[in-house]
Each structure stands twice: as C-alpha cells, then as structure tokens.
C-alpha cells in the first residue's frame, strides 16, 4: 500500500515538475519570439506547434532517462564519453545560449516593471531583481519562487480566450496547423523558425532535465514511464504557444504592425483583456522571467562544475560547492551586464533563441549518441521511436539553422 502511495506521490511531483519546466521554457524571450513568429509569418509556421510538441516530449524524456540511469550530470556523461575537449565546447555552448537568454529575460522584466511603474529607473530595479532571485537561489530554494510565481505566468492561458475572441478564420488555421507553409526565398521565415525552435527545444532544458532526475532520485525501473510523466507540462506549455501565434497572426500580422516593444506585443490580449492587457503582459512577464532565470543560472552552474568535476548541487551550502556558486552567482551578473545593455528589448529575446536554435542540434548530436549507447545506457537506451524523433529534432534542426545561412 505504501509503495501505492509513494508512486502516486512521485507521479503528482513529476507532474508539478512537467509544469514548472513548461512554463519556465515559456520564458519572457519564448513569449516575445511566439509573438514575433506570429506578427511577421501570420499562420505559416502554426504546423511547428504540433510537430515541435512530439519531439520536445522526446527529447526531454531521452534526458530524462539519461539522468534516471546514470545519476550523474549531462555535462559529465558528455565528458567520460567524448573527452575534455568536447565537453568544453559543449559547456561553452550552453554559456552562450543561457547567457544570452537570461540578459534578455531580465531586460523584459525591466521592460515589464516600467510597463506597471512608468517613472521607475530600470537601471536601478534590474540590480535588485538580480539581487533578489540570485539570493532566494542560494539561501533559501527555488521551490520559494515557484510557489508564488507560478500564477504569474499563467496569466498567459488568457491567450487561449483572447484566441478565440479574436475570430480568426479557423478554417484557415486548422490548415495551417497541419499543412507546412514553407516560403524558401525568404529569410526571416527562417530566422523565425530557428528562433521557434531554438526557444521551444532550448539547450538548458536538456541539462535541467537530468539534473531534476538525479535530485528527485528515482528508481531506475521507472525510466520507461517518463514519456508519460513530462509530457503534461510540455503540452500545456505548447497549447499557450499555439494561441500565442493565432493571437499575433489575427490581431498584429492581419494589420501589419510589427513588435518594437512589450506594449506593441501586449496588444494581441486586447480582444480578451482590453485596456488591462498591457498591465497584465507585464505581470505575465515578471512571473515567467522569475521563474527562468534561476534554471538558467542552476543549469549553467550544473554544467560548469561537472566539466572541471567540482562539488555541485542546491542542496549543498556554498561553502561545500564554492565553484558551483561562484559559477551560479557570475550568470547573474552577466546577465545583468547585458540586460543593460542599450539594445531594443525585443531584438536581443528574439535573438538570444535564434542563437539557441543554432546551438541546440550540435548538443542534440551528443545526446543521442550517449542515449543510443548499449555500453552508457544498457538496457534503457533508445529504442527505434525514441531514435527515430531525436535524430528527426537534430536533423531538422540543423537543416533551418543551415537555410538561414543559404537563404
């Protein structure tokens, strides 16, 4: 009875989990990229939602299972079976793209602040933002600012409302959801579609993932049931996403008004939220870019200290994993050296994912080799439909970070 229990307990928190990683990949720059897909491409790359929800569910139950059988950290695994050299690369990678995500979410949460108190000085809140969050990180737990953000982001459901009131023509965007529209000659089409990628399957979920598993500690029987256990909270993350672009493409690209700004972004809410939308964006904002940039950070951390083989982990003190913090700390102030940067908020989110896309299949190419690995996984390496949907995501992948270069 009791193991009853505690697999039901396990299954609840999985599920809490799925949610948690769901609305942390809607981030304030997955939000601000949706929109922008959908206010310069309308409904032509609606079809990525469906197709990009099988193989994010794929992709995070192959890292999963990686973190339920080896325990050990992704950066880690990479470096026993590839060498120091290519894990550096790989470290180097990841740097990059959550660096560059984590200074543009805190430029949106700025923006958002200023949204809600238009005399306050961002220069000034941004730092006690980064104060704020790094401190929660390191003394207190995560789960403090899940409790009270959670809600937050889920402002964004109002998107699904705000869909439907806007009347889009649906015969049209059932056809679009399943028929691909691709426009080959045109460049942006491409940067879009590596920017949805790249922010929908984004390299710090993939190193997140295994470390959730070896926190959580589960037993290594229950790897097979992680398809089951991730995909409720990537689902519901990818239905706001679906609405996200049947918003932007109704309201902003039926009009031709691109996004310069959160405000502009905000206005896809209106036949919903009316004048609230933008207050309510902003609130949306806040919540989704709190709760990103500790995994972000965490994520970045991780994958530091397993590369050089430092003592890891939030549940040590920092005095117990000094690298790992002080790795975990310098994120916050990087990104806050580029969350002040002079750049329109919009291009560097929009931007910091179409870096994300390009790295992504590079990562995914290690990931796959060490999932399909008799010798790594044993018995739980990938079978042919886990295979078949990751290799699919590499090649796909790569295959739009490469039109944009030929386009």
Known sequence: MSALKNKKKRSLVKFFHGIITGAADNDPAGITTYSVVGATTGLTQLFLVPLSTILLIAVQSICARIGDVKKKGLALIIQERFGQKVAFLAMIFLILA????????????GTAFAIIFPKINVVFILPLISLLVWYVVVFK?????????????????????????????????????????????????????????????????????VSEEIEDKPCVKDAKVEVKENAPGLIFSNLI???????????????????????????????????????????????????????????????????????????????????????????????????????????ILFYSQVLD???????????????????????????????????????????????????
């Open 98 to 109: 959550n660096l560059t995500t984590m200074g543009a979410d805190l430029a949106a949460i």
């Open 241 to 347: 996403v679906y609405f996200i672009i049947i918003c932007t493409a109704t309201v902003l690209f039926a009009k031709n008004i691109k996004i310069n700004s959160a405000e502009e972004a905000a206005l896809a809410l209106k036949p919903f939220l009316g004048s609230n939308a933008s207050l309510l964006f902003a609130l949306g904002i806040i919540g989704a870019g709190l709760l990103a940039l500790p995994v972000l950070a965490s994520s970045t951390a991780y994958a530091v200290a397993e590369t050089f083989k430092w003592k890891e982990g939030l549940t040590k003190k920092p005095s117990k994993a000094r690298g790992f913090y002080t790795v975990l700390s310098s994120t916050f102030f990087v990104a806050l050296a580029i969350s002040l940067l002079k750049i329109n908020p919009v291009k």
């Open 141 to 209: 737990s995560y789960q403090v600012l899940t409790k009270f953000l959670l809600f937050l982001a889920l402002i964004f459901v109002s998107y699904i409302v705000s869909g439907i009131l806007a009347k889009p023509d649906w015969s049209l965007v059932l056809k679009n959801t399943f028929v691909p529209q691709i426009v080959f000659s045109n460049k942006f089409y491409w940067l879009a579609m590596v920017g949805f990628l790249g922010t929908t399957i984004t390299p710090y979920l993939f190193f997140w993932q």
């Open 357 to 407: 896309g390009m790295l992504a299949p590079f990562l995914l190419v290690l990931i796959m080799i060490i999932a399909g690995s008799k010798k790594i996984m044993g018995d739980y390496r990938n079978g042919f439909w886990a295979n078949f949907f990751g290799w699919a995501t590499t090649i796909i992948m790569f295959l739009a970070a490469l039109a944009v270069f030929l386009t």
